[in-house]
């Protein structure tokens, strides 16, 4: 079935590293997503992978993708307050996208 | 990047009143367009595929009569909530996919509309 599941909740210190998981379900899936949503507002797209990549970075996020156990990770360095956020992944299935919970980061100075 | 315009962006009504949620792609074509809803605190929830001209493939579960999809030209889709009711009122989203062999992977977001019924 179509289940993208993440942790709810994540506070972390002002300069350290984030670190949010998340575990999808369609093996088939050519590419998963990282998406940041702050209060009020639309997606903003991070960063996405492609399947046959088992990692990305981009300045201060890295994504980890592990196609075995269908477990993706965002690891966001030097944590700041402008941070502060949800963060939903995403796969794609047929065109469409399916969320995860979404992850709501908390950074404390 | 890809830039996706919604409108408008916070919309208060009075119950019974239909209201329309304008999406549009401004620098690129897209011939598909997806809309979601979204509770506070929640995920997501694909509604229906726009498609230009052509009629709108919706979720199970959700009403074609009550939210009408209309995508009339490649830059715009509109989604009308009629007859809205308090249990109506949510952050509705639009996205649309970009263009290209790069980009037709990745979809951009509009900013939301907060729909609050009254």
């Known amino acids: 079935g179509e289940d993208v599941e993440q942790s709810l909740f994540l506070s972390v210190r002002e300069g350290d590293s984030s670190v949010i998981n998340c575990t999808y379900t369609?093996?088939?899936?050519?590419?998963l997503y990282w998406y940041k949503q702050e209060p009020g507002a639309g997606l903003q797209l991070l960063t996405y992978?492609?399947?046959?990549?088992d990692m990305k970075q981009d300045q201060r996020l890295t994504v980890l993708l592990n196609k075995k156990d269908k477990h993706l990770s965002l690891r966001i360095a030097d944590t700041q307050t402008g941070d502060s956020a949800i963060y939903f992944c995403a796969e794609s299935m047929g065109g469409k996208l399916i969320f995860g919970q979404g992850t709501e980061l908390s950074v404390k100075p | 990047g890809a830039v996706v315009s919604q409108h408008p962006s916070w919309v208060i009504c009075k119950s019974g009143t239909s209201v329309k949620i304008e999406c549009r792609s401004l620098?690129?074509?897209?011939?598909?367009m997806f809309w979601y809803r979204q509770f506070p605190k929640q995920s997501l929830m694909l509604m229906a595929t726009?498609?230009?001209?052509?009629?709108?493939?919706?979720e199970q579960g959700v009403e074609k009569d009550k939210f009408l999809i209309n995508h009339a030209s490649l830059t715009l889709s509109t989604l009308t909530v009629t007859s809205a009711h308090p249990e109506d009122s949510s952050f509705y989203i639009c996205?649309?996919?970009?263009?290209?062999?790069?980009?037709?992977?990745?979809?951009?977001f509009g900013a939301g509309t907060r729909l609050s019924v009254l």
């Open positions: 992978i492609f399947s046959n990549m």
């Open positions: 369609d093996s088939s899936s050519t590419y």
């Open positions: 620098d690129f074509q897209a011939t598909t």
């Open positions: 726009s498609n230009e001209g052509s009629k709108a493939t919706y």
């Open positions: 996205s649309a996919p970009g263009t290209g062999a790069s980009w037709g992977n990745i979809q951009y």
